[in-house]
């Protein structure tokens, strides 16, 4: 499963650009997000799915809740299947084209963290 991060009806990194443009004061509390590889400039009309490490990643940086706080419109988290065409991946993010997407669910923000948490208890007690 693959993850996209929705605010309103667009991705997460797009609705941050438009609500909490470069020299806004939030941008002072923004946790470190150097981990990533910025490589979506590279596939312009692209979008960009987290991987499940690299979702536990997004989460445990603080930059998930981060995002969520200073977007204006209410977060999602879009439950995507494989792609059909890969454009760039790595053990955190795939990047693919919109149309290839094939998402299976939506779930809000904190109903998508209770559950992704109890996922990842659950797979480190077995």
Same mark, same amino acid.
């Given at each position: ?12 990194? @797009? ?12 941008? $002072? ?11 979506? $400039?590279?596939?312009?009309?692209? &979008? ?16 998930? @809740?981060?995002?969520?706080? =200073? =977007?204006?419109?209410? &977060?999602? &988290? ?15 993010? &795939? ?32």
């Amino acid at each position: 499963m693959y993850y996209r991060v929705l605010s309103g009806t667009r991705g997460i990194y @797009a609705a941050i650009d438009a609500d909490c443009p470069a020299g806004d004061s939030r941008r $002072n509390t923004k946790p470190d997000g150097s981990w990533l590889k910025k490589v979506g $400039n590279d596939y312009l009309g692209a &979008v960009s799915l987290w991987t499940g490490a690299g979702m536990r990643k997004y989460i445990d940086s603080g930059l998930f @809740a981060w995002h969520v706080a =200073v =977007v204006k419109e209410d &977060v999602v &988290v879009q439950l995507v299947k494989l792609p059909a065409e890969i454009l760039y991946e790595d053990d955190l993010q &795939v990047i693919c084209k919109p149309e290839g997407i094939r998402p299976v669910g939506s779930v809000p923000f904190e109903e998508f963290l209770q559950g992704f948490q109890e996922l990842s208890d659950e797979s480190l007690n077995k």
